[in-house]
């Protein structure tokens, strides 16, 4: 796979990003089979990471309409810089999310990351990948300062991830995020374009290329 961005990255729904063995990019309409039939039978896995769903009125998993609302708010959001959620796909298949979330102007320039993968394809280390390529389009074809992961302490899997990349563990938040109907302390873990640089080519021969 070639490691270069679509020319109009960050505004077109053809935006691809790719790793050594990932490709990010928007989920469209045509993706829902492949998202209903992910998350539903990753249900358990999942659901216990993740915001409760009862303000929802339709549920996106299950409802091809809501997904398709849901496409049309993401390609909004990207569209006008306020986020950037994207499939992860392996072998051209989906397997999980990796969202850049909150992007922030202004004096913060920043962002936060968020992910999830089929337990199928846990292990591997997919989402690591993906979040170095996801970094990669954050600093260099975004221009942001900060990226910000918020991991619950129990999430062991989540935490490996940022192990493993060796992001910087700046403590821990008390009751940051509403989880599954509790408020949860959150481990943040985050990485300046200052990181970025001085880390490109040991990330990038790591992940990145081949």
């Excluded at 959001?77 to 959620?85: D, F, S, T």
Aim: proline share 3%.
């Amino acid at each position: 796979m070639t490691s270069l961005q679509h020319p109009a990255a960050g505004t077109s729904t053809n935006l691809r990003l790719y790793g050594r063995r990932v490709l990010l990019r928007p989920l469209m309409p045509t993706d829902f089979d492949a998202y209903r039939e992910v998350r539903t039978r990753n249900a358990d896995w999942l659901l216990q990471w993740e915001p409760s769903r009862l303000s929802l009125a339709a549920d996106p998993i299950h409802d091809r309409g809501a997904f398709n609302s849901r496409c049309s708010l993401r390609d909004r959001e990207r569209q006008a810089g306020a986020a950037y959620g994207l499939g992860l796909f392996v072998d051209n298949t989906f397997c999980g999310e990796v969202n850049l979330n909150n992007v922030q102007r202004g004096a913060l320039q920043s962002g936060t990351v968020g992910y999830w993968v089929d337990q199928a394809f846990a292990g591997h280390a997919y989402v690591a990948e993906a979040v170095v390529v996801l970094a990669r389009f954050a600093f260099e074809q975004l221009s942001l300062h900060r990226l910000e992961i918020c991991i619950i302490p129990r999430n062991h899997r989540s935490r490996r991830v940022m192990e493993k990349l060796e992001i910087r563990d700046e403590g821990i938040a008390q009751r940051f995020l509403e989880i599954n109907g509790v408020w949860e302390d959150h481990i943040r873990y985050g990485i300046t374009v200052e990181e970025w640089r001085a880390r490109h080519d040991e990330l990038s021969r790591a992940w990145l290329t081949t």
